[in-house]
C-alpha cells in the first residue's frame, strides 16, 4: 500500500554532514506526520524528530541545535540535515511516517522505512 524510501546515509568525519531523505509512495490521502528514528548496536530505538504536516517539528535533546527536520508535502518526502556529527550519532536511521492511506482512511497507520546506516569516525 505505502512505501517509505530513504536516502542520503553514509560514512563521515566526526564533524561533518550528511543529509538524509524519506520518500513517501502508494496509496496515500493524506501524511500526518514524518520523523526519524535511529538504532544504535546494542540500544532501543530512539527519536530524533519529527514533523507535522503543518512543520511543528520536534527534537531529541541530543541532537537539539545540530540536525533540522524538514518536509515537502507536495513530494510526501522529509529531510534530516544532520551537522557537527559525533561519533554518538552512529547508528541505523528509520524514517517513520503517520499516513492515512485508502485502506485505512480515515484512520492512520505508521509505515516504516527500510533504515540507512550512519556512521561518524572519530
Known amino acids: 500500500q505505502v512505501q517509505l524510501v530513504e536516502s542520503g546515509g553514509g560514512l563521515v568525519e566526526s564533524g561533518g554532514s550528511l543529509r538524509l531523505s524519506c520518500a513517501a509512495s502508494?496509496?496515500?490521502?493524506?501524511?500526518?506526520?514524518m520523523g526519524w528514528y535511529r538504532q544504535a548496536p546494542g540500544m532501543q530505538r530512539e527519536l530524533v524528530a519529527d514533523i507535522t504536516s503543518a512543520n511543528f517539528a520536534n527534537y531529541a535533546d541530543s541532537v537539539m541545535g545540530r540536525f533540522t527536520i524538514s518536509r515537502d508535502n507536495a513530494k510526501n518526502t522529509v529531510y534530516l540535515q544532520m551537522n557537527s556529527l559525533k561519533p554518538e550519532d552512529t547508528a541505523i536511521y528509520y524514517c517513520?511516517?503517520?499516513?492515512?492511506?485508502?485502506?485505512?482512511?480515515?484512520?492512520?497507520?505508521?509505515?516504516w522505512g527500510q533504515g540507512t546506516q550512519v556512521t561518524v569516525s572519530s
Open positions: 517513520n511516517a503517520l499516513i492515512e492511506d485508502s485502506k485505512s482512511w480515515p484512520a492512520a497507520e505508521h509505515y
Open positions: 502508494g496509496r496515500i490521502v493524506s501524511i500526518r506526520a
